[in-house]
């Protein structure tokens, strides 16, 4: 393994008992975590699973390129996997977000009320009604043959401090945790909770359909989604096994979104089943 780290020894004591990683970097700042896996992507021979952990990151970007506040008590890290690591096709790679949420909610969830705890499609985790996570998936290297999963959570984030509509729309887990949180305690388990996720997904991916429902957010909602260039409306049935959103509109047909952004949601829930 290779190991070039000056963050917590507890940490990286844990990191390097998982055998899954072979390359761990801790870096004191960098603009985006993911971008710095990115570069590295496109030179050779670089090992993989590479986890990549941020002490400061000032230039985080979520999905389509939207920033994301952070502060010391924000993890942010990224991992990156080679193709061979995935053993799939590459047209699955975009649930990795789902799997990667899936995994933080399970960690999550262990140090709040796990009902608090959901995943809003496609990769936003939420607590208490507010953001607290979210994944950016991306590909990387010459042959985009990598593919990189970022990940920022709000561990111990003093949103006071934010702007005001981040301190409307986000949560921090030192906020409802009954103990204090250190900022990277919970990366260990995160990674762990990551590898048994994708070990899980690539032998059946149908199976997240299931453990989503558990945690979806958006089930039995009424939502507006823009996809593909329209907007559409209807009540959420949670996904398929494919990680699409299904989506019954108001006419009765149910659609599977397979890529777009959930702009509102009601608080109201319509439906239980579908």
């Known amino acids: 393994m290779q190991v070039d780290w000056q963050g917590p020894d507890a940490v990286l004591q844990l990191l390097s008992r998982s055998g899954w990683l072979r390359s761990i970097r801790w870096v004191p700042e960098v603009d985006s975590t993911n971008r710095l896996a990115k570069s590295l992507a496109d030179q050779a021979d670089q090992p993989t699973p590479m986890l990549i952990v941020a002490k400061s990151q000032t230039q985080g970007r979520g999905r389509l ?3 994301w506040f952070s502060d010391s008590g924000t993890l942010t890290f990224s991992l990156m996997l080679a193709a061979p690591q995935l053993a799939v096709d590459r047209t699955r790679w975009p649930q990795l977000a789902l799997v990667a949420g899936l995994a933080v909610c399970d960690v999550v969830g ?8 959901q995943l809003k499609w496609p990769n936003d985790v939420y607590l208490a ?3 607290v996570a979210g994944v950016l998936i991306e590909t990387a290297g010459r042959d985009n043959d990598h593919v990189v999963i970022g990940i920022g959570l709000n561990v111990a984030t003093d949103l006071s401090k934010a702007p005001p509509e981040v301190q409307q729309r986000a949560r921090s887990i030192r906020d409802y945790a009954d103990h ?3 900022t ?9 909770r990551i590898a048994v996720r994708i070990a899980d997904w690539r032998t059946d991916s149908a199976a997240i359909a299931d453990d989503f429902s558990k945690v979806c957010l958006l089930r039995g909602r009424r939502i507006e989604i823009n996809t593909a260039g329209q907007t559409l409306q209807g009540v ?14 108001d006419e009765g047909e149910v659609v599977e979104v397979r890529s777009g952004e959930v702009v509102q949601w009601s608080d109201e829930v319509e439906v239980h089943d579908g």
């Open 110 to 117: 262990e140090v709040v009320d796990p009902v608090a705890v």
């Open 65 to 67: 390129g939207r920033s």
């Open 180 to 182: 204090r949180v250190e």
């Open 129 to 131: 009604g507010g953001k």
């Open 184 to 192: 990277f305690a919970v990366l260990p388990e995160i990674i762990d």
């Open 236 to 249: 959420c049935l949670g996904i398929d096994g494919d990680g699409a959103l299904r989506v019954r509109r």
